[in-house]
């Protein structure tokens, strides 16, 4: 009870003195250093879980794409602003749209003359693409730059299943719906082979070609590097630092020390101390920037991330209840002159799918004009919300497609009969009991759910059709479920236009004759008991848990994490017709 009282006392200090505004000074050096995964929307963590949290329960960090971009926009025309210091060892997995995406803001940025510098100790592929923007590469003598191009290898278990005899029952339409494959096949079919080639092989040659151009390679370098390893790696004697100088990825190999003074003789000292460059951190620099709200025109953006799923849920997933609660906020306040879906899903239940398309219809019904925005993936339910608004926006390197549906109930009478377990009784009708895990499906139960599932596609068909202005026969040919990237999307007619959030949103404005408005992300915040825990927390009486939560994860931890996230999907699956349109091949990072 004390240290309640104390609690409250500290909040009441801190809240009667205010916030002290962040200052920019003059020439500061914007850090850019993105820490965990590249999401949407960041999820707000529970203050006191994140304190205590141990070892096997700590969430990794995430990052807003939106902040990202948002800093490195405001940054080009602030003459406060002199250079970025871009630092990527704490960066996370992140899409390919996003890096795409952040590496265009980088260039947008350099337009205004300044200059970009990367700082890691070493780079990923990911975290590479981004460094090969700046006008000067440093790395560690002790780094690396590891390429190794896209690939795709899902774990298969039908002979696992056959061992425990356990029976499971699938239900697809579409010939690249794969999704279905690891419970039927030990291998990857080639059909599935085909189709996944081709979009990794698109997804490569963006890469590729961004990396060539930033570094005024040769066409193909790459690829031949990765491909001559081996004799390559010998020329340098087994030193990977000394490979990638070599191969003109990075300029100069030196510790930290060395970039730190590089950049103090260059800008200035800090004045904050530290013995190093004068700096302003993106964040801290957000915040300095922060405007508040004009009034008046909205655009207001709908963030679909995650796995679709029913009922509410927390902006990691698509809910479909919070996400059309949002829908109605925002068609019902009179400040809304047109929304923007923003997608970062590979879709998951049909049913949930359909109730957020059913909303976005009902604004459109209203007068507002509906935009989809895709962001790394926009999959089977992801392309499913977005079909039918007024214009669909996507980025070159989109994953999206992929429709189709497919059912997978699994039974496990026989498993449990080894073991000496059985089940028995009686129903009234011939359906009583029919989805029992426990009990072999009927006939009938087979037939019912595969004309349910043939049903499903057959509206996902149409309602795509109805959306992009095609023909149900012309649809059937670029659906079977296939993925595409989303310059090809384009092409066939699935996407109106490529380019990133911001054009979305210029569009949207455009739509709805507007030229002055707000650009307003509807989601959930902390509760108030919440934040103050927070602002306690994160005061100079408080634990620095920021810190703790930004070291990097070990490679078991990150396995470990990767098999809690394939659970969770799996335990989402809450679908009342037991109908999904989920990618799962569509994670690529």
Avoid at 130 to 144: C, I, Q, R, S
Avoid at 197 to 206: E, R, T, V
Avoid at 361 to 389: C, D, F, H, N, R
Avoid at 459 to 480: C, P
């Amino acid at each position: 009870m004390l240290t309640l009282f104390a609690m409250f006392g500290i909040v009441l200090a801190l809240s009667s003195r205010g916030e002290p505004r962040v200052s920019v000074p003059n020439g500061a050096v914007m850090v850019l250093d993105p820490a965990g995964a590249i999401v949407e929307q960041v999820e707000y963590p529970d203050p006191l879980d994140a304190v205590f949290a141990s070892e096997f329960n700590r969430e990794p960090p995430q990052t807003s794409i939106h902040d990202i971009t948002g800093a490195l926009k405001l940054a080009k025309t602030d003459n406060r602003i002199a250079a970025v210091a871009l630092i990527t060892d704490s960066l996370g997995p992140i899409g390919p749209s996003h890096l795409h995406t952040i590496a265009q803001s980088i260039r947008d940025f350099k337009e205004s003359g300044k200059k970009v510098y990367a700082l890691s100790t070493a780079y990923s592929q990911a975290s590479y693409l981004l460094a090969a923007e700046a006008d000067k590469v440093y790395m560690n003598p002790a780094g690396n730059v590891f390429l190794t191009g896209y690939g795709f290898y899902p774990t298969y278990f039908k002979s696992l299943l056959e061992k425990l005899e356990a029976n499971v029952n699938v239900f697809r339409v579409g010939t690249y719906k794969s999704a279905v494959e690891p419970f039927i096949r030990d291998d990857m079919s080639p059909a599935a082979k085909e189709a996944n080639l081709a979009f990794l092989g698109s997804l490569w040659d963006q890469y590729e070609g961004a990396v060539v151009e930033a570094r005024g390679l040769e066409a193909g370098a790459l690829t031949n590097s990765i491909n001559n390893l081996p004799d390559r790696l010998r020329e340098a004697e087994g030193n990977f630092a000394k490979l990638a100088q070599n191969g003109g990825l990075v300029d100069e190999l030196a510790p930290r020390t060395v970039w730190r003074n590089a950049l103090k003789e260059e800008f200035g000292e800090n004045p904050g101390g530290g013995n190093t460059f004068k700096q302003i951190h993106y964040q801290s620099y957000l915040a300095a920037k922060q405007e508040s709200r004009r009034g008046g025109n909205e655009i207001a953006v709908i963030t679909a991330q995650g796995q679709i799923v029913m009922g509410d849920g927390p902006i990691t997933v698509s809910a479909a209840e919070t996400l059309v609660g949002y829908i109605r906020n925002a068609r019902n306040n009179p400040n809304t002159a047109a929304i923007v879906l923003r997608v970062n899903s590979p879709g998951g239940s049909a049913f949930a799918s359909e109730l957020i398309r059913q909303e976005l219809v009902a604004a459109q019904e209203q007068g507002l004009k509906v935009i989809a925005s895709m962001g790394p993936v926009a999959a089977s339910g992801g392309y499913w919300i977005s079909a039918t608004a007024d214009e669909i926006w996507a980025a070159p390197s989109t994953i999206t497609g992929s429709i189709g549906i497919f059912g997978v109930i699994p039974t496990f009478e026989n498993t449990l009969a080894k073991a000496g377990v059985y089940t028995d009784g009686v129903g009234t009708t011939e359906m009583a009991g029919a989805f029992s895990t426990a009990r072999p499906l009927s006939d009938m139960t087979k037939d019912v759910i595969q004309q349910s599932i043939e049903n499903g596609y057959s509206q996902f068909l149409s309602l795509v059709a109805e959306g992009r202005n095609m023909t149900v026969e012309d649809v059937d040919k670029i659906a079977q479920g296939r993925v595409w990237v989303g310059s090809t999307a384009k092409d066939l007619g699935l996407v109106d236009h490529l380019g990133g959030f911001g054009d979305a949103v210029a569009a949207a404005a455009t739509a709805a004759g507007i030229e002055d408005y707000d650009v307003v992300f509807y989601r959930d915040f902390p509760s108030k008991w919440d934040q103050m825990i927070a602002d306690i927390l994160n005061s100079s009486l408080g634990i620095d848990f920021k810190s703790q939560a930004s070291q990097s994860l070990s490679p078991v931890m990150q396995t470990a994490m990767k098999l809690k996230g394939e659970a969770d999907m799996l335990l989402n699956f809450n679908d009342p017709m037991a109908s999904y349109a989920l990618c799962l091949l569509c994670k690529v990072e």
